[in-house]
């Protein structure tokens, strides 16, 4: 199985900060990754799609780079929504796998 | 638009099965590209994908859990039911449906999530 791993597993940080997630896969997974945003007692939610693909909806402060093993989630300018917890997850082959998490908290 | 609801019980006992039926409208899984997924949540924990089902009949487990999972689907109904044999307290979590594009393989849409507690 691919294991992706995220850092920092938490990061604190101010509105209007720009905010750099990390994401590395075990294997080379191309661009099959997505990034998605969850707030406590909610399903998560899509932000980034194929790496850098930004879902219909999403404001364009977030956005998303990489390919193979090293992919980055960035906020360019953090707003109060934005505290919440992010997870990527690679499509390349079964089974799908998810990283930890990193939790993105108010300093 | 999509709309996924996850239906089970909320509560099962060690070495129970778990079933779960997901029932979505706003797509069909007859139509080519489409699948389902499931995925869930340890209170506290991140998430892990479980199993997924394509419009084609195709079938992906996780690698852990793939003697005690089965998935299906009824097509005419629009659910997908998800079984979990030999259910154990560490099972206990938020169970998610969600929608898939097997094109890319990301999740374009979720349920709400339902959860399950195993204790005696």
């Known amino acids: 199985d691919i294991q992706m791993t995220q850092s920092p597993s938490s990061v604190s940080a101010s509105v209007g900060d720009r905010v750099t997630i990390t994401c590395r896969a075990s294997q080379g997974i191309s661009s099959w990754l997505a990034w998605y945003q969850q707030k406590p007692g909610k399903a998560p939610n899509l932000l980034i799609y194929?790496?850098?693909s930004l879902q219909s909806g999403v404001p364009s402060r977030f956005s998303g780079s990489g390919s193979g093993t090293d992919f980055t989630l960035t906020i360019s300018s953090l707003q109060p929504e934005d505290f919440a917890t992010y997870y990527c997850q690679q499509s390349n082959s079964f089974p799908y796998t998810f990283g930890q998490g990193t939790k993105l908290e108010i300093k | 638009q999509v709309t996924l609801r996850e239906s089970g019980p909320a509560l099962v006992k060690p070495t129970q099965t778990l079933t779960l039926t997901c029932t979505f409208s706003?797509?069909?899984?007859?139509?080519?590209?489409?699948?389902v997924s499931w995925i869930r949540q340890p209170p506290g924990k991140a998430l892990e994908w479980l199993a997924r089902?394509?419009?084609?009949?195709?079938?992906y487990y996780r690698t852990s859990l793939k003697t005690r999972l089965t998935i299906s689907k009824d097509t005419s109904k629009n659910q997908v039911v998800l079984t979990m044999t030999k259910m154990d307290p560490v099972d206990t979590a938020t169970y998610y449906c969600?929608?898939?594009?097997?094109?890319?393989?990301?999740?374009?849409?979720w349920g709400q999530g339902t959860l399950v507690t195993v204790s005696s």
């Open positions: 969600a929608r898939i594009i097997s094109s890319s393989g990301h999740i374009d849409y």
């Open positions: 706003g797509f069909s899984l007859s139509t080519s590209g489409m699948c």
């Open positions: 194929t790496a850098s």
């Open positions: 089902i394509d419009w084609d009949d195709d079938k």
